[in-house]
Protein backbone atom coordinates (compact mmCIF):
# COMPACT_ATOMS: atom_id res chain seq x y z
CA UNK A 1 0.00 0.00 0.00
CA UNK A 2 1.13 3.41 -0.66
CA UNK A 3 2.79 5.37 1.98
CA UNK A 4 0.63 8.26 3.04
CA UNK A 5 2.10 12.29 1.62
CA UNK A 6 0.64 13.34 4.82
CA UNK A 7 -0.97 12.90 8.32
CA UNK A 8 -3.28 14.90 10.66
CA UNK A 9 -3.83 14.14 13.99
CA UNK A 10 -6.84 15.85 15.05
CA UNK A 11 -10.99 16.07 13.22
CA UNK A 12 -12.45 18.37 14.44
CA UNK A 13 -13.84 21.33 12.24
CA UNK A 14 -10.86 22.41 10.88
CA UNK A 15 -8.85 19.33 10.70
CA UNK A 16 -11.45 17.38 8.86
CA UNK A 17 -11.89 20.11 6.11
CA UNK A 18 -7.97 20.67 5.87
CA UNK A 19 -7.89 16.50 5.33
CA UNK A 20 -10.38 17.10 2.88
CA UNK A 21 -8.81 19.70 0.81
CA UNK A 22 -5.31 18.16 1.00
CA UNK A 23 -6.66 14.63 -0.74
CA UNK A 24 -8.90 16.52 -3.24
CA UNK A 25 -5.76 18.00 -4.35
CA UNK A 26 -3.88 14.72 -5.24
CA UNK A 27 -2.65 13.82 -1.76
CA UNK A 28 -2.82 10.60 0.22
CA UNK A 29 -4.02 11.45 3.65
CA UNK A 30 -3.67 9.43 6.99
CA UNK A 31 -6.00 10.76 9.45
CA UNK A 32 -5.87 10.27 13.67
CA UNK A 33 -7.86 11.74 16.39
CA UNK A 34 -7.24 11.40 20.11
CA UNK A 35 -9.96 9.45 22.01
CA UNK A 36 -10.68 12.31 24.50
CA UNK A 37 -13.94 12.16 26.19
CA UNK A 38 -16.74 13.46 23.66
CA UNK A 39 -14.84 12.68 20.48
CA UNK A 40 -14.49 8.71 20.66
CA UNK A 41 -16.64 9.01 17.47
CA UNK A 42 -14.98 11.71 15.04
CA UNK A 43 -12.69 8.88 13.42
CA UNK A 44 -15.42 6.94 12.49
CA UNK A 45 -18.03 9.33 11.14
CA UNK A 46 -15.23 10.99 9.31
CA UNK A 47 -14.11 7.83 7.39
CA UNK A 48 -17.85 6.76 7.06
CA UNK A 49 -18.66 10.30 5.14
CA UNK A 50 -15.53 10.77 3.24
CA UNK A 51 -13.34 7.47 3.10
CA UNK A 52 -15.06 5.60 0.40
CA UNK A 53 -13.31 5.98 -2.96
CA UNK A 54 -11.07 9.12 -1.32
CA UNK A 55 -7.12 8.55 -0.86
CA UNK A 56 -8.01 8.83 2.76
CA UNK A 57 -6.58 6.64 5.89
CA UNK A 58 -7.89 6.53 9.28
CA UNK A 59 -6.29 5.25 12.21
CA UNK A 60 -6.92 5.17 15.73
CA UNK A 61 -3.66 4.22 17.04
CA UNK A 62 -0.32 6.40 16.95
CA UNK A 63 2.28 3.97 16.11
CA UNK A 64 0.34 2.81 12.93
CA UNK A 65 -0.84 6.05 11.89
CA UNK A 66 2.97 7.50 12.05
CA UNK A 67 3.90 3.83 10.62
CA UNK A 68 1.47 4.72 7.24
CA UNK A 69 3.36 7.77 6.82
CA UNK A 70 6.04 8.48 4.12
CA UNK A 71 9.72 9.61 4.99
CA UNK A 72 10.28 12.18 5.72
CA UNK A 73 7.26 12.08 8.00
CA UNK A 74 5.01 15.34 7.63
CA UNK A 75 2.12 15.71 10.53
CA UNK A 76 -0.50 18.61 11.09
CA UNK A 77 -1.39 18.57 14.44
CA UNK A 78 -4.92 20.51 14.70
CA UNK A 79 -5.83 20.16 18.36
CA UNK A 80 -6.84 22.78 20.80
CA UNK A 81 -3.88 24.70 22.03
CA UNK A 82 -1.72 24.68 24.82
CA UNK A 83 -1.15 21.38 26.53
CA UNK A 84 -2.95 19.06 23.99
CA UNK A 85 -0.50 20.19 21.88
CA UNK A 86 1.99 19.23 24.21
CA UNK A 87 0.53 16.12 24.79
CA UNK A 88 -0.01 15.27 20.99
CA UNK A 89 3.72 16.04 20.53
CA UNK A 90 4.98 13.76 23.59
CA UNK A 91 2.80 10.97 21.69
CA UNK A 92 4.22 11.00 18.45
CA UNK A 93 7.66 11.31 19.49
CA UNK A 94 9.20 8.03 20.25
CA UNK A 95 7.78 6.91 16.59
CA UNK A 96 9.12 9.92 14.93
CA UNK A 97 12.73 10.05 13.02
CA UNK A 98 15.20 12.93 12.39
CA UNK A 99 13.92 15.14 9.47
CA UNK A 100 10.93 14.49 10.55
CA UNK A 101 8.13 17.19 10.28
CA UNK A 102 5.57 18.30 13.31
CA UNK A 103 3.45 21.42 11.96
CA UNK A 104 1.08 22.80 14.30
CA UNK A 105 -2.05 24.36 12.87
CA UNK A 106 -3.70 25.29 15.86
CA UNK A 107 -4.46 28.87 17.61
CA UNK A 108 -1.14 28.45 19.50
CA UNK A 109 0.73 31.13 21.56
CA UNK A 110 4.11 32.34 19.98
CA UNK A 111 5.93 31.94 23.11
CA UNK A 112 4.56 27.86 23.99
CA UNK A 113 5.92 27.76 19.47
CA UNK A 114 9.37 29.30 19.88
CA UNK A 115 9.89 26.66 23.31
CA UNK A 116 8.85 23.89 21.20
CA UNK A 117 10.78 24.83 18.38
CA UNK A 118 13.89 24.89 20.31
CA UNK A 119 13.06 21.65 22.07
CA UNK A 120 12.43 19.39 18.90
CA UNK A 121 15.75 21.01 17.10
CA UNK A 122 17.21 18.95 20.16
CA UNK A 123 16.03 15.37 18.93
CA UNK A 124 16.19 16.83 15.09
CA UNK A 125 12.34 16.94 14.27
CA UNK A 126 11.85 20.32 12.28
CA UNK A 127 8.59 21.98 14.26
CA UNK A 128 6.60 24.40 12.05
CA UNK A 129 4.28 27.27 13.98
CA UNK A 130 1.31 28.10 11.36
CA UNK A 131 -1.19 30.23 11.90
CA UNK A 132 -4.21 29.12 9.99
CA UNK A 133 -7.41 31.41 9.11
CA UNK A 134 -10.62 31.36 7.36
CA UNK A 135 -13.01 29.22 9.39
CA UNK A 136 -15.08 25.99 8.37
CA UNK A 137 -15.32 27.24 4.67
CA UNK A 138 -11.40 27.87 4.33
CA UNK A 139 -10.20 25.20 5.73
CA UNK A 140 -12.40 23.15 2.97
CA UNK A 141 -12.13 25.85 0.21
CA UNK A 142 -9.18 27.90 0.77
CA UNK A 143 -7.33 29.01 4.11
CA UNK A 144 -4.64 31.80 4.32
CA UNK A 145 -1.70 29.93 5.97
CA UNK A 146 1.11 31.53 7.71
CA UNK A 147 3.81 29.42 8.70
CA UNK A 148 6.56 29.65 10.83
CA UNK A 149 9.61 28.03 9.94
CA UNK A 150 13.25 28.22 8.03
CA UNK A 151 13.10 28.36 4.21
CA UNK A 152 14.61 24.56 4.17
CA UNK A 153 11.26 23.23 5.95
CA UNK A 154 9.12 25.18 4.27
CA UNK A 155 10.74 24.03 0.57
CA UNK A 156 9.55 20.42 1.64
CA UNK A 157 5.88 22.07 2.48
CA UNK A 158 5.07 24.40 0.29
CA UNK A 159 3.53 22.08 -2.29
CA UNK A 160 1.38 20.59 -0.04
CA UNK A 161 0.37 23.93 1.24
CA UNK A 162 0.41 26.50 -1.41
CA UNK A 163 -2.12 24.49 -3.58
CA UNK A 164 -4.69 24.27 -0.67
CA UNK A 165 -4.63 27.73 -0.17
CA UNK A 166 -6.97 30.86 -0.87
CA UNK A 167 -5.17 33.28 -3.16
CA UNK A 168 -4.43 36.60 -3.33
CA UNK A 169 -6.11 39.91 -4.94
CA UNK A 170 -3.11 39.31 -7.41
CA UNK A 171 -3.62 35.10 -8.45
CA UNK A 172 -0.74 34.55 -5.51
CA UNK A 173 -0.70 31.34 -2.82
CA UNK A 174 -1.84 32.83 0.48
CA UNK A 175 0.60 30.75 2.02
CA UNK A 176 3.93 33.00 2.03
CA UNK A 177 6.79 31.75 4.69
CA UNK A 178 6.09 34.26 7.66
CA UNK A 179 9.54 34.16 9.28
CA UNK A 180 11.36 32.14 11.64
CA UNK A 181 10.62 30.57 15.11
CA UNK A 182 7.15 31.77 16.78
CA UNK A 183 6.51 34.55 13.45
CA UNK A 184 3.67 32.15 11.84
CA UNK A 185 1.75 32.20 14.91
CA UNK A 186 2.50 35.49 15.56
CA UNK A 187 1.46 37.01 12.90
CA UNK A 188 -1.96 34.69 13.38
CA UNK A 189 -2.41 36.08 16.70
CA UNK A 190 -1.96 39.74 15.09
CA UNK A 191 -4.78 38.88 12.41
CA UNK A 192 -6.90 37.83 15.65
CA UNK A 193 -6.28 40.84 17.39
CA UNK A 194 -7.47 43.07 14.26
CA UNK A 195 -10.32 40.98 13.45
CA UNK A 196 -11.20 41.58 17.25
CA UNK A 197 -11.05 45.95 16.22
CA UNK A 198 -13.00 44.90 13.05
CA UNK A 199 -15.44 43.62 14.68
CA UNK A 200 -16.14 46.20 17.02
CA UNK A 201 -16.04 49.03 14.96
CA UNK A 202 -18.54 47.73 12.49
CA UNK A 203 -20.82 46.88 15.70
CA UNK A 204 -20.13 50.16 16.76
CA UNK A 205 -21.75 51.49 13.15
CA UNK A 206 -24.30 49.33 13.40
CA UNK A 207 -25.29 50.61 16.89
CA UNK A 208 -25.01 54.14 15.85
CA UNK A 209 -27.59 53.12 12.40
CA UNK A 210 -29.63 51.90 14.96
CA UNK A 211 -29.65 53.89 17.89
CA UNK A 212 -29.02 57.50 16.56
CA UNK A 213 -30.21 57.55 13.11
CA UNK A 214 -32.96 55.04 13.55
CA UNK A 215 -32.48 52.92 10.96
CA UNK A 216 -34.62 49.61 10.22
CA UNK A 217 -32.29 46.52 9.68
CA UNK A 218 -33.42 46.63 6.03
CA UNK A 219 -32.06 50.17 5.36
CA UNK A 220 -29.05 48.96 7.51
CA UNK A 221 -28.15 46.17 5.30
CA UNK A 222 -28.26 48.05 1.94
CA UNK A 223 -25.88 50.48 3.61
CA UNK A 224 -23.00 48.03 4.36
CA UNK A 225 -24.00 46.30 1.29
CA UNK A 226 -23.11 49.51 -0.41
CA UNK A 227 -19.76 49.99 1.70
CA UNK A 228 -19.23 46.88 0.76
CA UNK A 229 -18.51 47.68 -3.06
CA UNK A 230 -16.27 50.51 -2.54
CA UNK A 231 -12.96 51.17 0.16
CA UNK A 232 -14.74 49.54 2.83
CA UNK A 233 -15.05 46.10 0.75
CA UNK A 234 -14.34 42.99 3.18
CA UNK A 235 -15.28 39.83 4.53
CA UNK A 236 -16.97 40.91 7.94
CA UNK A 237 -19.33 43.79 5.59
CA UNK A 238 -20.23 41.27 3.52
CA UNK A 239 -21.25 38.91 6.24
CA UNK A 240 -22.76 41.73 8.59
CA UNK A 241 -25.31 42.83 5.61
CA UNK A 242 -26.84 39.08 5.41
CA UNK A 243 -26.61 38.79 9.38
CA UNK A 244 -28.62 42.09 9.37
CA UNK A 245 -31.23 40.70 6.74
CA UNK A 246 -31.84 37.01 8.74
CA UNK A 247 -35.24 36.91 10.13
CA UNK A 248 -36.29 34.58 13.25
CA UNK A 249 -38.85 32.08 12.90
CA UNK A 250 -41.72 35.45 14.24
CA UNK A 251 -40.32 37.38 11.23
CA UNK A 252 -38.31 39.30 13.60
CA UNK A 253 -34.42 40.18 12.70
CA UNK A 254 -32.73 37.42 14.21
CA UNK A 255 -29.61 39.32 15.43
CA UNK A 256 -31.99 41.36 17.89
CA UNK A 257 -32.87 37.85 19.84
CA UNK A 258 -29.11 37.16 20.63
CA UNK A 259 -27.61 38.21 23.95
CA UNK A 260 -25.28 40.83 23.85
CA UNK A 261 -22.36 39.14 25.38
CA UNK A 262 -19.54 38.49 23.14
CA UNK A 263 -17.60 35.28 23.60
CA UNK A 264 -13.83 34.95 22.82
CA UNK A 265 -10.83 32.40 22.46
CA UNK A 266 -8.04 34.60 24.06
CA UNK A 267 -6.12 35.39 20.98
CA UNK A 268 -7.26 38.84 20.70
CA UNK A 269 -6.08 39.31 24.56
CA UNK A 270 -2.76 37.63 24.24
CA UNK A 271 -2.41 40.49 21.18
CA UNK A 272 -3.26 43.24 24.14
CA UNK A 273 -0.88 41.39 26.41
CA UNK A 274 1.80 41.43 23.84
CA UNK A 275 1.57 44.96 22.99
CA UNK A 276 1.51 45.67 27.09
CA UNK A 277 4.59 43.37 27.79
CA UNK A 278 6.94 44.85 24.60
CA UNK A 279 5.35 48.66 25.48
CA UNK A 280 4.12 48.85 21.77
CA UNK A 281 0.69 51.00 21.15
CA UNK A 282 -2.12 48.51 21.06
CA UNK A 283 -5.25 50.48 22.71
CA UNK A 284 -7.40 49.68 19.65
CA UNK A 285 -7.26 46.16 19.85
CA UNK A 286 -7.34 46.83 23.41
CA UNK A 287 -10.34 48.54 23.72
CA UNK A 288 -12.30 46.09 20.99
CA UNK A 289 -10.98 43.11 23.68
CA UNK A 290 -12.76 45.26 26.99
CA UNK A 291 -15.74 45.68 25.13
CA UNK A 292 -16.02 41.85 25.13
CA UNK A 293 -15.11 42.09 28.67
CA UNK A 294 -17.60 44.91 29.34
CA UNK A 295 -20.66 43.07 26.90
CA UNK A 296 -20.39 39.94 29.19
CA UNK A 297 -20.83 41.79 32.18
CA UNK A 298 -24.76 41.96 31.11
CA UNK A 299 -26.92 41.87 34.70
CA UNK A 300 -24.03 45.03 36.16
CA UNK A 301 -24.48 46.51 32.88
CA UNK A 302 -28.72 46.08 33.32
CA UNK A 303 -28.63 46.97 36.79
CA UNK A 304 -27.20 50.68 35.99
CA UNK A 305 -29.37 51.43 32.93
CA UNK A 306 -31.79 53.17 35.20
CA UNK A 307 -33.98 55.56 32.96
CA UNK A 308 -31.72 55.66 30.41
CA UNK A 309 -33.09 55.60 27.14
CA UNK A 310 -31.81 55.05 23.58
CA UNK A 311 -32.51 58.38 21.79
CA UNK A 312 -32.64 59.01 18.14
CA UNK A 313 -30.83 62.21 17.16
CA UNK A 314 -30.36 62.22 13.58
CA UNK A 315 -33.57 63.52 11.71
CA UNK A 316 -33.91 61.78 8.30
CA UNK A 317 -33.13 64.57 6.35
CA UNK A 318 -29.48 65.20 8.13
CA UNK A 319 -29.10 60.91 7.43
CA UNK A 320 -26.91 61.01 4.51
CA UNK A 321 -23.88 63.41 5.82
CA UNK A 322 -24.59 61.30 8.80
CA UNK A 323 -23.51 58.25 6.97
CA UNK A 324 -21.07 59.71 5.00
CA UNK A 325 -19.05 60.68 8.02
CA UNK A 326 -20.02 57.04 9.72
CA UNK A 327 -18.54 55.68 6.51
CA UNK A 328 -15.49 57.81 6.98
CA UNK A 329 -14.63 56.80 10.85
CA UNK A 330 -15.43 53.54 10.23
CA UNK A 331 -12.05 53.18 7.29
CA UNK A 332 -10.30 55.51 9.18
CA UNK A 333 -10.51 53.42 12.72
CA UNK A 334 -10.21 50.15 10.54
CA UNK A 335 -7.05 51.61 8.58
CA UNK A 336 -5.72 52.58 12.02
CA UNK A 337 -5.88 48.94 13.36
CA UNK A 338 -4.38 47.78 10.67
CA UNK A 339 -1.24 50.34 11.45
CA UNK A 340 -1.41 49.18 14.61
CA UNK A 341 -1.27 45.35 14.06
CA UNK A 342 1.39 45.59 11.54
CA UNK A 343 3.96 48.06 13.96
CA UNK A 344 3.63 45.11 16.46
CA UNK A 345 4.54 42.59 13.82
CA UNK A 346 7.24 44.81 12.48
CA UNK A 347 8.40 45.51 15.89
CA UNK A 348 8.96 42.02 17.49
CA UNK A 349 9.99 40.96 14.34
CA UNK A 350 12.94 43.31 14.42
CA UNK A 351 13.31 42.17 18.04
CA UNK A 352 13.06 38.90 17.92
CA UNK A 353 15.26 38.53 14.50
CA UNK A 354 12.40 36.19 12.84
CA UNK A 355 12.65 38.36 9.59
CA UNK A 356 8.78 38.96 8.88
CA UNK A 357 8.25 40.49 5.58
CA UNK A 358 5.14 42.79 6.31
CA UNK A 359 4.23 43.18 2.43
CA UNK A 360 3.66 39.25 2.16
CA UNK A 361 1.91 39.26 4.96
CA UNK A 362 -0.65 42.02 3.85
CA UNK A 363 -1.11 39.74 1.01
CA UNK A 364 -1.61 36.57 2.66
CA UNK A 365 -4.52 38.06 4.31
CA UNK A 366 -5.77 38.97 0.48
CA UNK A 367 -7.70 35.65 0.70
CA UNK A 368 -9.30 32.82 2.66
CA UNK A 369 -8.79 34.83 6.19
CA UNK A 370 -11.84 36.45 8.26
CA UNK A 371 -9.66 40.23 7.59
CA UNK A 372 -9.48 40.06 4.03
CA UNK A 373 -10.52 43.26 2.67
CA UNK A 374 -9.65 45.48 0.04
CA UNK A 375 -7.75 47.93 2.36
CA UNK A 376 -4.68 45.17 2.49
CA UNK A 377 -3.97 46.56 -1.09
CA UNK A 378 -2.49 49.60 0.20
CA UNK A 379 -0.66 48.30 2.87
CA UNK A 380 1.18 45.82 0.47
CA UNK A 381 1.66 48.83 -1.96
CA UNK A 382 2.68 51.20 1.05
CA UNK A 383 5.36 48.51 2.32
CA UNK A 384 6.36 47.52 -1.15
CA UNK A 385 7.12 51.48 -1.60
CA UNK A 386 7.82 52.16 1.51
CA UNK A 387 11.61 51.64 1.70
CA UNK A 388 11.96 49.68 5.30
CA UNK A 389 9.05 51.97 6.83
CA UNK A 390 8.42 50.65 10.52
CA UNK A 391 5.07 52.03 10.80
CA UNK A 392 2.42 52.27 8.07
CA UNK A 393 2.17 56.14 8.91
CA UNK A 394 5.33 57.03 7.80
CA UNK A 395 4.37 55.63 4.49
CA UNK A 396 3.05 59.08 1.94
CA UNK A 397 0.43 56.11 0.27
CA UNK A 398 -0.90 55.61 3.07
CA UNK A 399 -1.27 58.60 5.14
CA UNK A 400 -3.03 60.26 2.08
CA UNK A 401 -5.94 58.57 2.69
CA UNK A 402 -6.57 59.87 5.97
CA UNK A 403 -7.13 63.07 4.72
CA UNK A 404 -10.30 62.85 2.82
CA UNK A 405 -12.01 61.14 5.25
CA UNK A 406 -10.37 62.41 8.77
CA UNK A 407 -13.21 65.25 8.96
CA UNK A 408 -15.96 63.02 8.70
CA UNK A 409 -14.40 60.36 11.67
CA UNK A 410 -13.78 63.99 13.94
CA UNK A 411 -17.19 64.54 13.14
CA UNK A 412 -18.64 60.83 14.31
CA UNK A 413 -16.63 60.38 17.59
CA UNK A 414 -17.85 64.12 18.59
CA UNK A 415 -21.69 62.59 17.88
CA UNK A 416 -21.15 59.19 19.52
CA UNK A 417 -19.66 60.72 22.54
CA UNK A 418 -23.07 63.46 22.23
CA UNK A 419 -25.95 60.75 21.68
CA UNK A 420 -24.22 58.41 24.43
CA UNK A 421 -23.78 55.50 21.76
CA UNK A 422 -20.48 53.84 23.07
CA UNK A 423 -18.01 53.85 20.68
CA UNK A 424 -14.71 52.41 22.43
CA UNK A 425 -12.88 51.33 19.19
CA UNK A 426 -13.34 54.43 17.21
CA UNK A 427 -12.36 57.48 19.95
CA UNK A 428 -9.24 55.17 20.74
CA UNK A 429 -8.42 54.84 17.03
CA UNK A 430 -8.46 58.23 17.05
CA UNK A 431 -6.90 58.83 19.69
CA UNK A 432 -4.37 57.24 19.04
CA UNK A 433 -3.78 58.97 15.21
CA UNK A 434 -3.78 62.79 16.96
CA UNK A 435 -1.21 60.91 19.90
CA UNK A 436 0.86 59.40 17.09
CA UNK A 437 1.09 62.93 14.81
CA UNK A 438 1.50 65.02 18.23
CA UNK A 439 5.20 65.90 18.37
CA UNK A 440 4.84 66.64 21.93
CA UNK A 441 2.58 64.97 24.64
CA UNK A 442 1.47 65.83 27.93
CA UNK A 443 4.13 63.04 29.15
CA UNK A 444 6.60 65.82 30.36
CA UNK A 445 4.41 66.92 33.44
CA UNK A 446 3.50 62.56 34.19
CA UNK A 447 7.48 62.33 34.32
CA UNK A 448 7.77 65.74 35.82
CA UNK A 449 5.10 63.97 38.40
CA UNK A 450 7.38 60.81 38.81
CA UNK A 451 9.84 62.49 39.53
CA UNK A 452 8.57 64.07 42.37
CA UNK A 453 6.91 61.55 44.28
CA UNK A 454 9.77 58.78 43.29
CA UNK A 455 12.60 60.42 42.64
CA UNK A 456 12.73 58.80 38.91
CA UNK A 457 14.56 61.23 37.29
CA UNK A 458 14.34 62.65 33.91
CA UNK A 459 15.33 64.20 30.76
CA UNK A 460 15.80 67.38 29.67
CA UNK A 461 14.56 68.68 25.86
CA UNK A 462 18.30 70.82 25.52
CA UNK A 463 20.35 67.69 26.72
CA UNK A 464 21.11 64.30 24.40
CA UNK A 465 18.94 61.84 25.01
CA UNK A 466 20.06 59.31 28.09
CA UNK A 467 21.10 62.58 30.53
CA UNK A 468 19.09 62.42 33.58
CA UNK A 469 18.28 64.67 35.99
CA UNK A 470 16.50 64.93 39.21
CA UNK A 471 14.89 67.95 41.22
CA UNK A 472 14.21 68.58 44.82
CA UNK A 473 10.34 69.44 44.14
CA UNK A 474 9.64 70.39 47.44
CA UNK A 475 10.48 70.46 51.38
CA UNK A 476 8.69 67.59 51.48
CA UNK A 477 10.74 65.67 49.12
CA UNK A 478 14.41 67.14 50.78
Known amino acids: MKDSDI ?19 GNTVSVYNRTAEGEEHLLSDFMKSHGSGKALKGFDSIPEFVASLGKPRKILIMVKAGSPVDSVITELLPHLDSGDILIDGGNSNFSDTERRSVELAKKKIDFVGMGISGGEEGARYGPSLMPGTTPKTWSKLKDFFEPIAARSFTGNPCASLTGSGGAGHFVKMVHNGIEYADMQLIAEAYQLMMNAAGMSHD ?26 TRLDED ?10 SAGQKGTGKWTAITALEAGLPGAIITESVFARFISAQKELRVGLRGDREARQSIKSADRKSFIDDLGDALLASRMM ?24 VAESWQGGCIIRSELLKSIVSAFENGQGIQHLMESPLYMNRFRPVEAGWRQMVAHAASAAVPAPAMMSALAEY ?40 SEYNE
Open 7 to 25: GICGLGVMGKNLALNLEEK
Open 219 to 244: EMAAQFRLWNEGALSSYLIEITADIL
Open 434 to 473: DSLRSPRLPANLIQAQRDYFGAHKYERIDHPRGTFFHTQW
Open 337 to 360: VHAEGFFMITEMSEDRKWGINPSL
Open 251 to 260: GEPLVEKILD
